[in-house]
C-alpha cells in the first residue's frame, strides 16, 4: 500500500482536526488534513496525531494551486529535521619526517595526515532533495609552512598561530527519508621541531579545533553544526568564513 493510500485510510478513522481542510486526491477522493510544512516536492500534513508526507502532485490542481500559494505564503513553513555524527583520527602510521628545507642541519618537520568522518541523518518522514552540504574545519597553523615560513624559529622567531581553514562543498541530489549521507575529509597537520647541536629551543605543533557544516536548499540554510576537538582551545569567537572550497572530500 503505497503512503497516499495509507494516508487515505486513516482518514476514515481519525478524528479530524479544527484546522484541517478538505482536499481531493487526483482520482477524485475526498482527504482531510491540516497542512504543516513543506519539503521539497512534498507536504506535510497532519491528520489527527499522525503526519504524513505526501507529494503535491497527487491532489488535484485546485489542491496544487492552493499548495503553491500556502508555500509562499509560509516560506518559514519548510521543515527538515537533521541529525549529525563527527569524528577526527590522528594516522600516526603514515608520519613523515624530513630536514626541514632552509633551515639548520638538525630542524625537523612532520607530517600527520589526519581524516575527518561526517555523517548527516535525515530524521524528517520526507526526502531531503537538491542541498548543498558545506563545512569548514578550523586549525591553529602553529607551523605555517608556506614559504617555508615556520624556519624563522630556527632563528629565534617565536611561535604565532594563524587560522587555517579546510573547506568543502558537496551537492547532494537527496537524503532520503531516514537515511544518511556519509563522508570524509583527508587533510595534514605539521609538528616542527628546531635544534641546535641536539638542544630544543623551540617546537610547534598545529592544532585541529574543530568542523562546522551548514546544509542549503535553494539558497536557504537549513541546517548547522558545530563540533569541537577535546585537545583544542574551541570554536569561540570563529565565524563562519566561506571559504572557497577545496578537493578531497569522499563520500562513502
Not at 48 to 62: T, W
Not at 135 to 158: H, K, L, P, Q, S
Request: hydrophobic share 40%.
Amino acid at each position: 500500500m503505497s503512503i497516499f493510500c495509507l494516508f487515505l485510510a486513516l482518514v476514515l478513522i481519525t478524528t479530524i482536526h479544527a484546522d484541517a481542510r478538505e482536499f481531493t486526491s487526483k482520482d477524485g477522493r475526498k482527504i482531510n488534513g491540516e497542512l504543516l510544512a513543506h519539503s521539497g516536492d512534498q507536504v506535510i500534513i497532519k491528520v489527527g496525531a499522525k503526519e504524513f508526507a505526501v507529494a503535491a502532485a497527487n491532489f488535484s490542481l485546485e489542491d496544487q494551486q492552493f499548495i503553491k500559494e500556502w508555500i509562499a505564503a509560509n516560506p518559514g513553513a519548510m521543515r527538515f529535521k537533521f541529525g549529525y555524527f563527527f569524528d577526527v583520527e590522528k594516522e600516526r602510521e603514515d608520519v613523515t619526517q624530513g630536514k626541514a628545507a632552509g633551515s639548520m642541519t638538525d630542524d625537523k618537520l612532520k607530517t600527520f595526515p589526519h581524516t575527518y568522518e561526517m555523517i548527516v541523518f535525515n530524521r524528517d518522514i520526507s526526502d531531503a532533495d537538491a542541498i548543498e552540504i558545506h563545512y569548514e574545519i578550523y586549525i591553529d597553523d602553529f607551523v605555517d609552512i608556506r614559504n617555508n615560513a615556520y624556519t624563522r624559529m630556527a632563528v629565534g622567531g617565536a611561535k604565532r598561530a594563524r587560522l587555517e581553514i579546510i573547506a568543502g562543498k558537496l551537492e547532494v541530489p537527496k537524503i532520503a527519508a531516514g537515511g544518511r549521507l556519509d563522508m570524509t575529509r583527508t587533510f595534514n597537520t605539521e609538528f616542527y621541531i628546531d635544534r641546535d647541536n641536539g638542544k630544543t629551543d623551540e617546537a610547534a605543533t598545529d592544532k585541529v579545533l574543530g568542523i562546522r557544516l551548514r546544509i542549503f536548499k535553494g539558497g536557504d540554510m537549513i541546517g548547522e553544526e558545530i563540533s569541537e576537538v577535546s585537545n583544542g582551545r574551541g570554536l569561540e569567537g570563529i565565524e563562519w568564513q566561506g571559504a572557497a572550497p577545496t578537493e578531497g572530500t569522499v563520500v562513502k
